[in-house]
């Protein structure tokens, strides 16, 4: 089955002895043609009750419009194998829509685009991106990095969410890449809508803050890139120092070190991890860095962190 998202292919093994569970296919394949290799995007598979079959769906890239004799290579038994055959071009289906989009969205001084918009009749993909790679070649050059961890995308048709099938990040010559997979369109699609939901990040931010070695109650705010981060408890014991902090639930602190008296120490662990929900819904997340040793001025050194923008903004498609 192919149209312009992938290329699905439905095979079969079979062993009559029953140990078909044990044939490990191996999950390195590809698709060879003519131009070059295909390559193999995901699986899956259900085996009978008497464990003599297993039925594969497996989808690859969609091969191009003049590619006709393609080979499955593959793996069985950890023994290299191949099957050829050949597209039957008359059934090919094609798209539903295809757009191209250049919409862009700003959020936590970040540029997010929308490039274009695949539907075909087996899946809808968005593809976009988030930095150049002269934008992240200035990030590196300026130690003012940010590295996508998450976003969130919601596609909505007919006022109802599409189901995701998945998508991927990756960074290349073009910058910061990302797709996202869906289901495929309604065919009575009459309006169609992209929300950007959420957006993760982790930033670079090499900055120390001086701590208060305060009394119990007391606490100490740090504004962290426009983050809130507060100190609640600064505590010392058999020669360890624990920091006790709290801050919105996606807040990372992905690497941080402790100053004392000088000496700049590596955190050992996180201990007394919890969270506590507010009565407007906020999660606090509340945890304790554990340092080895101790010591009179304490400031806290903080390299990278991690943390989610909210955004919910709607982006029109359009369909005409």
């Known amino acids: 089955m192919l149209d312009e998202n992938q290329l699905l292919l439905f095979y079969t093994v079979n062993d009559p002895s029953g140990h078909v569970d044990e044939d490990n296919i191996s999950p390195i394949m590809s698709l060879k043609a003519f131009w070059g290799d295909y390559h193999f995007q995901n699986s899956q598979g259900t085996m009978n009750e008497e464990k003599t079959e297993m039925k594969y769906l497996s989808s690859f890239e969609s091969p191009m419009p003049f590619e006709k004799n ?48 695949l539907a075909s009749p ?16 200035k990030g590196q050059l300026s130690g003012e990095r940010f590295r996508s961890a998450d976003l969130t995308l919601k596609l ?45 990040a982790e930033h670079d931010v090499n900055q120390q803050f001086r701590l208060n070695k305060t009394s119990d109650g007391e606490k100490q705010s740090l504004n962290i890139l426009g983050q809130m981060v507060e100190i ?7 020669g360890e120092t624990h920091i006790t902090i709290s801050s919105e639930e996606s807040l990372i602190l992905s690497r941080v070190y402790l100053i004392m008296d000088g000496k700049k120490v590596s955190l050992e662990q996180t201990i ?25 001025e304490l400031e806290l050194d903080v390299q990278r962190m991690t943390y989610s923008k909210s955004n919910h903004e709607m982006l029109e498609i359009p369909i005409d």
């Open 272 to 296: 007394m991890d919890k969270s506590d929900k507010l009565h407007d819904g906020t999660i606090i997340h509340t945890r304790t860095l554990r340092f080895l040793g101790t010591g009179d």
């Open 156 to 200: 909505i048709a007919n006022g109802k969410e599409v189901p995701q099938q998945g998508g991927g990040t990756s960074s290349g010559m073009k910058g910061i890449t990302f797709h996202r997979d869906y289901d495929p369109l309604p065919q009575d699609l009459e309006n169609l809508q992209l929300e950007l939901v959420r957006f993760v």
């Open 232 to 238: 609640t408890k600064i505590e010392t014991s058999q």
């Open 70 to 117: 393609l080979t499955l290579k593959f793996s069985l038994r950890q023994q290299a194998a191949e099957i050829s055959f050949t597209l039957n071009r008359n059934t090919v289906m094609g798209h539903t829509l295809k757009k191209t989009l250049n919409k862009t969205i700003e959020v936590d001084n970040t540029s997010i685009t929308i490039d274009s918009i």
């Open 122 to 137: 087996t899946k809808t993909v968005i593809n976009g991106s988030m930095q150049t790679i002269f934008e992240l070649a």
